[in-house]
C-alpha cells in the first residue's frame, strides 16, 4: 500500500531540536510529499508547513522562524527540521502527500 512513513519523533526538552523524515512507500514511481501537518488529541490536524515543487515554502505563523521544511529529491525525502522547540509543539506530526493516504505519524513531546 502506498503510505507516507514518517520517523524522527521523540522526547525532547523545551528548546531542543528534532529532524523529522519522511518517505512515500510502496509505489514503484515517486510520489512527493508536499507538506506536515499536526494533531493534538481532541483537535483538528493543522498545518504546519508545506513546500512547492519549485521550492517555495509556508508556514503557520506559530512556527516561523523555528521549522524549516525541506526536500532531497536524490532520497525522495521530505524533512522537517524543528529548533527552538515548545511544549505546545507536542502532537503527533504526519507528512502529507495528495496521492495517498495518511500515514501512522511519529509523535513528538516537548517538555519544560
Known amino acids: 500500500q502506498v503510505q507516507p512513513v514518517e520517523s524522527g519523533g521523540g522526547l525532547v526538552q523545551a528548546g531542543g531540536s528534532l529532524r523529522l523524515s519522511c518517505e512515500v512507500s510502496g509505489s514503484v514511481f515517486r510520489i512527493r510529499a508536499t507538506a506536515w501537518y499536526r494533531q493534538v488529541p481532541g483537535n483538528q490536524r493543522e498545518l504546519v508547513a508545506a513546500i512547492a515543487s519549485g521550492g517555495t515554502t509556508n508556514y503557520a505563523d506559530s512556527v516561523k522562524g523555528r521549522f524549516t521544511i525541506s526536500e532531497d529529491n536524490a532520497k525522495k525525502t521530505l524533512y522537517l527540521q524543528m529548533n527552538s522547540l515548545k511544549p505546545e509543539d507536542t502532537a503527533v506530526y504526519y507528512c502529507?502527500?495528495?496521492?495517498?493516504?495518511w500515514g501512522q505519524g511519529t509523535r513528538v513531546t516537548v517538555f519544560s
Open positions: 502529507y502527500s495528495p496521492l495517498s493516504p
